[in-house]
């Protein structure tokens, strides 16, 4: 089904990141509600070109774990992707507004994560590259998913993704230190995303204050990790987000290791209400 500028209504602007806009769209023939977003693409054609061509492997991801792609479309220096519109919205919104994510929900969250990322590694060779609350999604059946995962090699060098893609306080020490992305850089982001959303605040500094960007990259290379407080949280959540948040690569945890930790083969046993939950975090 090609899609086109033309087919949709604008129904809502969702956000807005640094990379561009989000709207809340209708197609409006088939009558499917999307979410769109906007990506300016600061390069020739060609490269645009390449860029579309780069994410037809989307149409081939299907993991329950995995916001869906219905396509993608050029519009002057514009790219448009159109996705599975996500009603309850991400993780950094619904905890911003309703506080700290219970410990039971947030370890089906954890799974729903792990098991994305081992899916698009596995199937793919795709590391995600920009983990963080804000490209997790829920909706109000209770499914969780992630999105905006490195799709393109181009669109990760292209300058105005790059620049943004590429500069993340989720970024793990290696990568701010220069060295490539490995599926290990999407644990130590996964391991600052469990720390947020228990704790309802962004991890770092650890007393709380602000750092701007250039700081806070020193501090995360140069500082010790910070430690959940003690005694709050389950031991085997803190062990787990230990093995996700060491500074060295070669003691971090892969995907598939964690998958095997006793905090997520727990979650398998575990019956949590989502949908219960979901619906009563909606926007
Ligand atoms: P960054 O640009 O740094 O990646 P971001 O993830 O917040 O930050 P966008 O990816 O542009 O920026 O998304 C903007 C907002 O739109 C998100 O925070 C999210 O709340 C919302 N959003 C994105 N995709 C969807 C979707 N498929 N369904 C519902 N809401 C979405
Ligand atoms: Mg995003």
């Not at 999307?34 to 020739?44: C, E, G, L, P, Y």
């Not at 996705?83 to 089906?108: A, Q, T």
């Not at 490195?150 to 020490?173: H, R």
Request: glycine share 8%; proline share 5%; with cysteine.
């Amino acid at each position: 089904l090609d899609l086109r500028s033309e087919d949709f209504s604008e129904l809502d602007e969702l956000g807005r990141g640094n990379g561009g806009t989000v709207c809340k769209v209708l197609h409006v023939r088939t009558k499917t509600v999307m979410a769109k977003k906007t990506i300016h693409v600061d390069a020739n054609l060609n490269v645009r070109k390449q860029i579309m061509r780069e994410m037809q492997f989307m149409h081939d991801c299907n993991s329950k774990h995995i916001v869906s792609f219905y396509g993608a479309y050029m519009n002057g220096g514009d790219i448009l992707i159109c996705m599975e519109y996500m009603d309850v919205g991400s993780l950094d919104k619904i905890y911003k507004k309703n506080g700290p994510i219970p410990m039971d929900v947030l370890k089906k969250i954890t799974y729903a994560i792990v098991d994305g990322l081992i899916y698009l590694y596995d199937n793919h060779r795709i590391i995600h590259r920009d983990l963080k609350p804000s490209n997790v999604l829920v909706n109000s059946q209770g499914q969780i998913k992630i999105c905006d995962f490195g799709v393109s090699g181009q669109l990760n060098k292209n300058s105005v993704a790059d620049t943004f893609v590429g500069t993340s306080s989720y970024m793990s020490p290696e990568r701010i230190l220069g060295s490539p992305y490995s599926v290990k850089s999407d644990v130590w982001s996964l391991g600052i995303t469990l720390m947020e959303l228990a704790l309802g605040r962004f991890p770092f500094p650890p007393d709380g204050g602000s750092l701007a960007i250039f700081e806070l990259l020193q501090h995360i290379v140069h500082e010790p990790v910070p430690t959940l407080p003690d005694g709050k949280f389950p031991a085997n959540f803190q062990d787990f987000v230990s093995k996700c948040v060491a500074k060295d690569v070669t003691a971090r945890a892969t995907p598939s290791e964690l998958m095997k930790h006793p905090y997520l083969v727990s979650s398998l046993t575990e019956k949590v209400d989502l949908e219960k939950w979901a619906q009563s975090q909606a926007r």
